[in-house]
């Protein structure tokens, strides 16, 4: 019995460890294919359009490419899609599945025709079952335009994706509220507008993901498809990656505060009015503005009165410095002929939009005091270094400035004669 | 003739136990069972554990040769889900050969380890409530110690085949063990095959295998070396729960929504994938008749997946979402609503998962990934898989060590003292199991995706952002939880002519931490490396007696304090993703006592018990979708108090040699006690919805358990060898589990009185009491030498097919619509049966 047992035994652990439970892998099923039917155009789709809305039974399609799409929360369940003929609003039954360059066949049958508010749609699609995806990354460069001739063509670019340039949220809202109301359930409107008082309305969705977000400040471009609300646009944006608003506002400067400055004028070109971005060469007196000056390897910018102008009061302004205490001004200057007068001076200013001489004349400058400068007594053409210039007696922190280089002189015609041309070069703030 | 009317006697106590098949192992009467004739020592099987109920972790379906109660209540009112004392798992304590089973993270024992092993595992001892042990200092709802020592099996060879219509539809058993041979060893084994096309419920296979090996040496008469082996794979498809609408529109209240058709098969979605094998040797050193030293070690790994669906960026695939359900388009769109429930009624695709949908959906959804792999640059262009199956797992690995000397004193004392330490590491991640004809999968949180406008916070591994995961890869989450628990506990026992006393005392130290693999975008700082450690220290202490009032009357008293650490699967506010706590994590504090009154006449047994537990300081943690926030929050509460007091009755009387009468009663109240702060936080953010939120949850009911339950059976022995019996059972106050954020301040909000919302909120929904009928029979050969048996049972034979033995309220609410998130619920199995055939030799 014992040996019965043990031979027993001994066979059953060996029909144990030969157990194994396995994961079965499971056979795909064969799949259905959706066949492609009369090709139609968007433009066909529209144009099918007689005044009752049209639910497709017959295998036909359309190839479109996605412009908008759910993905940042703007849109939900509703997406763009545009061919070569125009543009149309697809309306999901389910949310998800489709992506801004998606190049799709639309498989008709099941999906209904019909407008909203005169936007046309094609509703009541079923990504899972009415999109065929061809390829992706298919990006839909947008149609570059204005608001009167977005105003003007409202019916045609429907739902097609457009870029709005040099326009600014008006200026009750910018920076001043929201995208949206997160926390909503509806989507509310904003305004953007151009230079010339033109506004279009934008309408964002509390869902989107940037709804919390303050609205720029600035003036630039936005990417947007083109919806309409009865007889007007709203526009919706693409994404917050096409919202590019940080120029500056209209009738402001264009330039934003630099964090340092370091310029030694090496784009000058000899006796040619400078032109650096974001400064500002002007005059409030005269119509002389400083020019480049080459000699050499060096170049520099020099400022002197005409001979036939008279007075001349000439402006040098650098671009906008954020403040940080402990900052300090260092240029050097020097005398373009022999000494006649102290022709220089250096100004700050914190009112930074400054775009021409008048906003010069009308801004607050404070004299900064303490440079050494070329004068009296110094060689022609010796560069003599200001020493640093702490600029905290003048500012504080958080405040935006900005250096005028002012250059003023009367011409060999004034008395007394005030003819010296005055250079400066290295001009750094850190 | 001896056998013979062992085999009588092994067969006729079986009957006892309707559902089961297994026999009874009389076990040699000792102190322990005198001092606890009011806890009964009953051995258990673990026969339908591993079943359909979804939690793979029933504390026990308890058999008793000596307690009425405890036996139908274990098994009877196991079908209906009653739990003793309303306890949950963690507090009965479970030892294979002394060695704690229970799962160091949630508390549970995990019957399934073992399940189809019930050759084996039936030689238990089960202790019910506190009481004296000698393995361990126990539980609140006592333990039950699992003896898998070879030589303990009974000698010979059983082999069994039995029918059923319940989780599985058949099951193949064989067992032998030598019994100890002649040169000191001993040699069991014992394997199994549990299967089914489909179960009790549509859609839900099974396929499990069962081996346990175990061999002993006894070198010399002082020592004794045993090692045991077991493991129990399983492939199983699971059973869902829907409302009752879903029921309703299906026709049956065993729809389950997890399978649909693929190739004119049932696939379910949700399968389990469990293997977790056991090792354990064993040191028993007796250097003579009163001393006793086991020291015992184990090791435990393996796999525990559970699969499911995901999606990205498409619709629900459950086809019993509620949108997809005509409740709720009937008032906006009543005519979609009358399609819906055409739908759902007529086409399978409806109401069933269409997989072929989902492998066409993801068959054409070409997509690129730019930056793939974190590789700048890198576009990945293929069909991204709307619709996948992945698979959760949950892989422990545990190493322990236990020791226990035991000792009789002079003057009728006993002293026990032990100690052990586990160490619990297990590994959490998910792999993709079936991207169901698509290319690939991105990895990044499809909510986090949603909620900011970063695309690094979405990424779940920032080393590889825009990771592509394929079939077998890891994906999602990936971090240990490691648990240690040291233990150190000590008993005296004593007796004296009319009383019996014990006391024990126990000292633990729990710590659990959290090791995160991958560094998520939502919380790049914390959600790699090893997290914080959680420490806590423990102690209990537990004391009893009996009063003999007679030598057939008795009075039995036990109590216990004890703290104890909040388990670590409550204790993380978002495990997934950061190793942060709940706040107020702090011990448990349990108080529970009882008394009874026992009678033991030849005619006439039974048992009378009064019971009182406090559980003080609870946590409870969940994450569900919150409509509010719109995404998916961590909702956890601490001080959580809850009492559990009612009384136990059963009798068991003689009526004549052949009928035999039971009667059995649980009368229960389990009310929370307390009003719990709650915590709600953003599941992918830092982000905290609201603190100490109080949840005024006093004297709500305790959902999850029939409170009350009655059964009366009688039963006819025949001498013949045969038996037949009959039970009628009744199970009242029944209660859904209260969802906590529906009482509160918050979700009443500006609601006064009158308005309907109000009650509806608040209101604890109370489960129809009902009614089942049991019957079994049995009846037994012994053939030149061989047993033969066969053994039958049937279960709700009245085939009640309208009783909800459970469910819970949805978390997910809306407190201005408050039924359009209605509960989910479970019925009994309508008329069930189990019968088997035995051959033993």
């Known amino acids: 019995m014992n040996k019965m047992n043990i031979r027993m035994v001994l066979l059953g652990i060996a029909a144990m460890v030969t157990v194994v439970a396995c994961k079965k892998e499971y056979d795909a099923p064969p799949v259905r294919t959706l066949p492609s039917g009369d090709i139609l155009t968007i433009a066909d789709l529209k144009a099918m359009y007689l005044g009752t809305s049209i639910t497709f039974e017959e295998p036909k399609s359309v190839f479109a490419t996605v412009t908008t799409d759910e993905t940042d929360g703007n849109f939900y369940k509703n997406v763009t899609v545009q061919d070569a003929t125009g543009g149309i609003t697809l309306r999901l039954i389910n949310s998800g599945g489709l992506y801004i360059g998606d190049s799709i066949r639309i498989y008709l049958p099941g999906i209904v025709l019909e407008p909203y508010n005169n936007l046309m749609q094609l509703t009541n699609v079923d990504v899972d079952n009415n999109i065929v995806k061809q390829a992706t990354q298919r990006y839909v460069q947008p149609r570059v335009t204005t608001i009167p001739d977005l105003t003007a063509n409202i019916g045609a670019w429907q739902s097609t994706l457009i870029r709005l340039e040099n326009v600014q949220f008006v200026a009750a809202e910018a920076g001043v509220t929201t995208w949206s109301t997160p926390g909503g359930t509806s989507s509310v409107d904003r305004h953007l507008e151009d230079c010339v008082g033109n506004q279009v309305v934008i309408r964002n969705s509390p869902y989107s993901n940037y709804a919390a977000d303050t609205l720029p400040v600035g003036k630039g471009s936005i990417v947007a498809s083109v919806g309409i609300f009865g007889m007007n646009i709203q526009l919706g944006a693409q994404s917050i990656s096409g919202v590019q608003l940080t120029g500056p506002r209209c009738g402001e400067s264009g330039c934003l505060p630099e964090a340092s400055l370091n310029e030694s004028f090496n784009l000058a070109v000899n006796n040619t009015d400078l032109t650096l971005e974001c400064w500002l060469n002007t005059f409030t007196l005269g119509t002389r503005k400083w020019k480049g000056g080459v000699s050499g390897p060096d170049s520099y910018a020099e400022a002197k009165p005409s001979s036939f102008d008279g007075a001349v009061e000439t402006w040098l302004i650098t671009t906008p410095i954020g403040y940080t205490p402990g900052m300090a001004l260092n240029f050097k200057s020097a005398l373009g002929s022999a000494w006649q007068h102290d022709g220089l001076s250096v100004l700050v200013t914190t009112d930074i939009n400054l775009n021409d001489g008048g906003d010069v004349s009308s801004a607050t400058w404070t004299p900064v005091t303490g440079a050494t400068l070329a004068t009296n007594g110094t060689a022609v053409g010796t560069w003599i270094p200001s020493s640093p210039i702490g600029l905290n007696p003048f500012l504080t922190a958080g405040d935006n400035f900005r250096i005028g280089f002012k250059y003023i002189g009367s011409g060999s015609a004034g008395v007394p004669n005030q003819t010296t041309p005055y250079r400066i070069d290295d001009v750094t703030i850190q | ?841």
Do not use: C
């Open chain 2, 1 to 841: 003739m001896t056998r013979i009317l062992t085999l009588v006697l092994i067969l006729v106590t079986a009957g006892a136990f309707a559902q089961s098949d297994t026999t009874i192992v009389t076990l040699p009467p000792d102190s322990v069972q005198i001092l606890n004739a009011d806890v009964p020592v009953v051995s258990i099987t673990a026969d339908d554990l591993d079943n359909e109920l979804g939690s793979q972790n029933v504390s026990g379906i308890l058999q008793s040769s000596r307690d009425i109660f405890t036996a139908t209540a274990g098994f009877t009112f196991g079908a209906a889900r009653f739990r003793i004392r309303g306890y949950d798992s963690e507090n009965t304590l479970v030892t294979m050969n002394g060695v704690l089973m229970n799962d160091l993270e949630t508390g549970w024992a995990s019957w399934s380890l073992w399940g189809g092993l019930n050759d084996v595992t039936r030689y238990a001892q089960v202790h019910t409530g506190i009481g004296a042990t000698r393995n361990n200092f126990g539980g609140i709802g006592g333990s039950s110690d699992i003896n898998a020592r070879a030589s303990d099996m009974r000698k010979g060879i059983r082999i069994s085949y039995a029918s059923a219509n319940r989780a599985y539809r058949n099951r193949l058993m064989i067992t032998g063990s030598t019994g100890m041979m002649k040169n000191g060893w001993s040699l069991s084994f014992s394997g199994s095959r549990r299967w089914a096309e489909e179960g009790y419920v549509p859609g839900t296979s099974y396929n499990a295998y069962a081996y346990f090996f175990a061999a002993e040496h006894k070198i010399n008469t002082k020592n004794t070396f045993s090692f045991s082996a077991l493991g129990a794979p399983i492939v199983q498809g699971r059973a869902g729960i829907a409302i009752q609408e879903a029921y309703d529109l299906a026709g049956t209240n065993y729809y389950n929504p997890n399978w649909g058709w693929q190739n004119g098969k049932k696939r379910n979605a949700r399968m389990t994938f469990d293997h977790k094998p056991l090792f354990m040797a064993s040191h028993i050193y007796a250097p003579n008749d009163s001393t006793k030293w086991t020291t015992s070690l184990i090791y435990t790994f393996g796999r525990d997946g559970s699969s499911g669906m995901n999606w990205f960026d498409a619709k629900d695939p459950r086809p019993d979402y509620y949108r997809y359900l005509p409740s709720y388009n009937a008032t906006f769109d009543p005519e979609l609503a009358a399609q819906q429930t055409t739908d759902w009624s007529t086409d399978q695709n409806v109401q069933q998962i269409n997989w072929e949908q989902l492998y066409f959906a993801n068959g054409k959804n070409l997509y690129s990934v730019e930056n793939a792999d974190g590789v700048e640059g890198n576009t990945v262009t293929g069909n991204r898989s709307k619709y996948i199956i992945e698979e959760q797992r949950a892989d422990p690995s545990r190493v322990g060590v236990n020791s226990v000397y035991s000792r009789e004193l002079k003057n009728d004392q006993h002293l026990t003292l032990g100690g052990s330490f586990n160490h619990q590491k297990t590994h959490y991640f998910k792999t993709i199991d079936d991207l169901l004809g698509g290319d690939f999968w991105v990895d990044i949180d499809q909510f986090a995706d949603r909620d900011f406008n970063d695309t690094l916070i979405s990424q779940n591994d920032l080393a590889r952002p825009n990771k592509i995961v394929r079939e077998g890869d890891v994906f999602g989450w990936d971090y240990d939880i490691n648990t240690r628990l040291v233990n150190l506990f000590g008993q005296y026992e004593k007796k004296w002519n009319k009383v019996e006393v014990y006391t024990g005392i126990q000292l633990a130290q729990t710590s659990f931490w959290r090791v995160g693999k991958v560094q998520n975008g939502r919380f790049p700082d914390n959600s790699e490396g090893k997290g914080p450690s959680n420490d806590f220290f423990n102690f209990g202490v537990k004391a009893g007696g009996i009063y003999k009032v007679t030598g057939r009357n008795f009075i039995a008293v036990n109590a216990a304090l004890l703290t104890r650490p909040p388990t670590s699967n409550n204790a993380f506010l978002s495990a997934r993703t950061r190793p942060e706590t709940i706040p107020g994590l702090s011990n448990e504090t349990i108080y529970s006592g009882d008394i009874g009154y026992v009678v033991r006449f030849t005619k006439l047994k039974g048992r009378a018990t009064f019971y009182y537990t406090k559980l003080k300081n609870q946590v409870w943690s969940r994450y569900y979708y919150n409509d509010d926030a719109l995404t998916i929050v961590n909702y956890s509460m601490s001080g959580v108090d809850q009492v559990n007091m009612g009384v136990e009755l059963g009798l068991e009387a003689n009526l004549s040699s052949t009928w035999q009468l039971t009667a059995v009663y649980a009368g229960g109240d389990h009310r929370y006690s307390s009003r719990p702060k709650a915590t709600i936080t953003r599941n992918n953010s830092a982000e905290v919805f609201a603190s100490e939120r109080t949840v005024y949850w006093e004297n709500y009911r305790v959902g999850g358990s029939p409170q009350t339950a009655a059964s009366l059976g009688l039963r006819y022995n025949s001498p013949k060898y045969w038996f037949i019996g009959v039970n009628g059972n009744y199970f009242g106050n029944m209660y859904l589990d209260p969802n906590p954020d529906r009482r509160t301040q918050e979700a009443i909000g500006s609601y006064v009185e009158s308005d309907p919302q109000v009650g509806q909120l608040l209101a604890q929904e109370k489960l129809k009491d009902n009614f089942t009928l049991d019957a079994f029979a049995g009846k037994s050969w012994l053939v030149k030498g061989y047993r033969i048996a066969i053994n039958l049972s049937v279960s709700n034979i009245l085939d009640n097919q309208d009783f909800r033995i459970g469910g819970f309220e949805q978390l997910r609410y809306d407190r201005t619509e408050v039924n359009k998130f209605p509960p989910k619920y479970n019925y009994l199995y309508g008329r069930n049966y189990f019968a088997m055939l035995t051959f033993s030799f």
